[in-house]
């Protein structure tokens, strides 16, 4: 089993950026595509983000393309999503999530592990 857990969220102003962290424990992700996603008060949860196993792979949804960047440090085998220019739009509960069947350049597709999310609020 791989647990994963999120930091980073807190309240911002509309403009301004927050980093966000998934740790995970219990084995390694070296070999796991990883994923963002967000739900709104509201809404279905949607995709933010995916980066494959290798690093080389990253995939955006078209709301926070050219805003948000994914990474991740195999090392500490821990995921990131950097979030700049942020918008009132992009309040929501973030979550992280491992999918450990993708190819080395894969993006993430099933996802067998999931964190239990951190919350991002962003002020007008």
């Known amino acids: 089993q791989v647990q994963l857990v999120e930091s980073g969220g807190g309240l911002v102003q509309a403009g301004g950026s927050l980093r966000l962290s998934c740790a995970a424990s219990g084995h390694t992700i070296r070999n796991y595509a990883m994923g963002w996603f967000r739900q709104a008060p509201g809404k279905e949860r949607e995709f933010v983000a995916t980066?494959?196993?290798?690093?080389?792979?990253?995939y955006y949804a078209d709301s926070v393309k050219g805003r948000f960047t994914i990474s991740r440090d195999n090392a500490k085998n821990t995921v990131y999503l950097q979030m700049n220019s942020l918008k009132p739009e992009d309040t929501a509960v973030y979550y992280c999530?491992?999918?450990?069947?993708?190819?080395?350049?894969?993006?993430?597709?099933?996802?067998?592990?999931w964190g239990g999310g951190t919350q991002v609020t962003v002020s007008s």
């Open positions: 980066i494959s196993w290798s690093g080389s792979g990253t």
């Open positions: 999530a491992a999918d450990p069947s993708a190819g080395p350049m894969a993006p993430g597709n099933r996802y067998d592990y």
